[in-house]
Structures are given as structure tokens and as C-alpha cells.
């Protein structure tokens, strides 16, 4: 079965310096990887996903990912983080009928 | 194009009632899935349901169940709570589930049990 391990429980960083929010996951097949972000009182939306083709993937708000076989990882990552990014983000893994999440880190941007 | 109605939005109740929560997927999705999300125990996935069968169990006791109507809305029963039922539960829908069709979150049901 898949796991999901989000190793930072809390991020904090200074505006528009660089992040980077670490997830590694196990599974014995291959496996779908999403990362959620969640502001304060709302539900999660997806950032990013990988199923397959390029290792880097793209996502909304500048936010990038790295998919590592060998080193089973996805951590995400942005160059530059605003006030605005803070909230919870959320790695998850998806290997066939359900989506399993990471713990979540939260992102805190202070000015 | 409206996104995911979780009604109500707040909600406290007492130890042993039952409790039953409402989503309303974005139209056109066919596939609805709730989560718990709780600060000790993260997102823990309960059930999906698509074309009204159930197609998913996460590892909750048979107090948690949930249905799907014709026009894809769901609800989710807990019955006998606890007060470790007190959670955030989210419903997801998606076009057709499975990987290739993204999850759509509502903003949640906030389950306070006293």
C-alpha cells in the first residue's frame, strides 16, 4: 500500500525568498502524484499533478514539482513565495482506487 | 460554472446522535468522495461513490456510510458519534474519478461533537 510522508510540519519563510516543501512516498507499483494546497476555512485545490512523461511539472501560482523515482520523492517548489502563498500544502498519492495524503506542511511567508 | 456546495457548514452535536452531511457536486461530475481531516490524523479518505454504487471504503467503521443520488449529490451519515468524530469533512467530485480526472474540493462541514 502507498504512503505519503511530508517531512517539514512547518515552513516559515521570508517574502520572495525560495521554498521548498519536501514529500516522499512509498509504493510497490507505479503511482499517480498530486500536490493540494488549502487557505484558512476552505477546501484543498489541486497545485500540480504527475502521471506521467516529464519528471518537472508545472503548476498554478509559479509552483513547480520534481518527480525522483530513484529517491521515490516529489517535493514542490517556488522560486520566489509571496504573502499570499501561505497556507497548507498537501502531497498526496493516488495507485488506484483512492488518494491517500501526506500530514500537510504549513507554508508561513512573513514580511 | 458553481463549484462544490457542502451544506451546512457548521454543525455541533452530542455524543451518541447521528449526524448526516450533504454535498453537491460541480455538474456534470459524476464521482464524489469524502474525506476526514482532522490535526492528528490529516486527510483520511472514507468513501467514493459514483454513479450511485459506492466504488471506494477507506478504514472507517460501519458508523460512516454514505449515499449517491441520481443527480450525483451525496450525503454522508455517522451515526452512534464519538467525540473523536469531530472533523473537518470534505467532499471531492470529479468528472469521472480515477486519476485522470482532478479532484474539486468544497470548503467542508465542520463537525463539532460534545
Known amino acids: 500500500a502507498q504512503s505519503v510522508t511530508q517531512l517539514d510540519s512547518q515552513v516559515p519563510v521570508f517574502e520572495e525568498a525560495p521554498v521548498e516543501l519536501r514529500c516522499n512516498y512509498s509504493?510497490?507499483?507505479?503511482?499517480?502524484l498530486f500536490w493540494y494546497v488549502q487557505y484558512p476555512n476552505q477546501g484543498l485545490q489541486l497545485l500540480l499533478k504527475?502521471?506521467?512523461?516529464?519528471?518537472l511539472v508545472k503548476g498554478i501560482n509559479g509552483f513547480e514539482a520534481e518527480f525522483n523515482k530513484s529517491q521515490t520523492s516529489f517535493h514542490l517548489r517556488k522560486p520566489s513565495v509571496h504573502i499570499s502563498d501561505t497556507a497548507e500544502y498537501f502531497c498526496?498519492?493516488?495507485?488506484?482506487?483512492?488518494?491517500?495524503f501526506g500530514a500537510g506542511t504549513r507554508l508561513t511567508v512573513k514580511p | 460554472k458553481a463549484g462544490v456546495t457542502q451544506t451546512p457548514r457548521y454543525l455541533i452535536k452530542t455524543r451518541g446522535q447521528q449526524v448526516t452531511l450533504s454535498c453537491s457536486p460541480i455538474?456534470?461530475?459524476?464521482?464524489v468522495s469524502w474525506y476526514q481531516q482532522t490535526p492528528g490524523q490529516g486527510l483520511q479518505f472514507l468513501f467514493e461513490?459514483?454513479?450511485?454504487?459506492?466504488?471506494n471504503k477507506g478504514n472507517f467503521p460501519g458508523r460512516f456510510s454514505g449515499r449517491q443520488f441520481s443527480n450525483s449529490r451525496s450525503e454522508m451519515n455517522v451515526s452512534t458519534l464519538e467525540l473523536g468524530d469531530s472533523a473537518l469533512y470534505l467532499c471531492?467530485?470529479?468528472?469521472?474519478?480515477?486519476?485522470?480526472?482532478?479532484?474539486?474540493f468544497g470548503n467542508g462541514t465542520r463537525l463539532t461533537v460534545t
Open positions: 471531492a467530485s470529479s468528472r469521472e474519478g480515477g486519476i485522470n480526472s482532478p479532484l474539486h
Open positions: 509504493s510497490s507499483v507505479s503511482v499517480y
Open positions: 504527475y502521471l506521467s512523461g516529464s519528471t
Open positions: 498526496a498519492v493516488s495507485e488506484g482506487g483512492d488518494m491517500r
Open positions: 455538474s456534470g461530475h459524476r464521482s
Open positions: 461513490y459514483f454513479s450511485e454504487t459506492q466504488r
